[in-house]
């Protein structure tokens, strides 16, 4: 089975090295293109990211920044705070703006972000949530997901905790993917 990863903005390949092997170590193939992929984890603004025409069957949205009448400078600012406990912090901070300032991708993801229009085609598709995530609001995405008629799961821990334990992620893909 082939799943794609669409990073949010500003992420990449580094912020992805556990999660990728995760996927490998548990027989996964990680796809280039959300086109090619039995299933997609989205994290972040990466769920705005999402081609229109992908065939994807399971779609999971981890971290969907999604908290109206707060600006995203507000929930950043709070997940640098929650974050600097974490001992990966600095290293995390110097790849963020590393990929902020060199891919081309930045503007596109701005730009998707502002549109907030998500693409998941006919997938299954389920929205989760870090219990301390800066940038989702709970009550919201809880409505969001209902109205949508998609799962929503809460896990522990902050908005970027796939990037450094992707296991539970990785636990909700393989129940998901169970049924085809």
């Known amino acids: 089975m082939k799943v794609h990863i669409e990073y949010g903005w500003p992420e990449g390949r580094w912020h992805g090295k556990l999660l990728t092997k995760a996927l490998s170590d548990s027989g996964y193939e990680?796809?280039?293109?959300?086109?090619?992929?039995?299933?997609?984890?989205?994290?972040?603004?990466?769920?705005?990211?999402?081609?229109?025409d992908n065939k994807a069957k399971a779609v999971?949205?981890?971290?969907?920044?999604?908290?109206?009448?707060?600006p995203v400078y507000?929930?950043?600012?709070?997940?640098?705070?929650?974050?600097?406990?974490?001992?990966?912090?600095?290293?995390?901070?110097?790849?963020?703006?590393?990929y902020a300032l060199s891919?081309?991708?930045?503007f596109r993801t701005?730009?998707?972000?502002?549109?907030?229009?998500?693409?998941?085609?006919k997938a299954e598709v389920i929205l989760i949530r870090n219990e301390l995530d800066t940038y989702m609001e709970d009550r919201v995405s809880q409505s969001l997901a209902n109205y949508r008629q998609w799962d929503y799961i809460k896990i522990p821990g902050q908005h970027d905790d796939i990037w450094e334990n992707p296991q539970p992620y990785l636990e909700v893909l393989t129940k998901s993917v169970q049924n085809f």
């Open 74 to 98: 507000k929930c950043t600012l709070q997940k640098i705070k929650l974050e600097t406990k974490n001992k990966y912090w600095f290293t995390k901070t110097l790849f963020h703006i590393f």
């Open 110 to 121: 701005w730009r998707a972000f502002q549109r907030k229009q998500i693409n998941v085609g």
């Open 103 to 106: 891919l081309p991708t930045t």
């Open 30 to 52: 990680v796809a280039a293109s959300a086109n090619s992929a039995d299933a997609i984890i989205a994290h972040s603004a990466g769920c705005y990211m999402m081609p229109p």
């Open 60 to 70: 999971l949205l981890i971290g969907l920044p999604n908290w109206p009448d707060r």
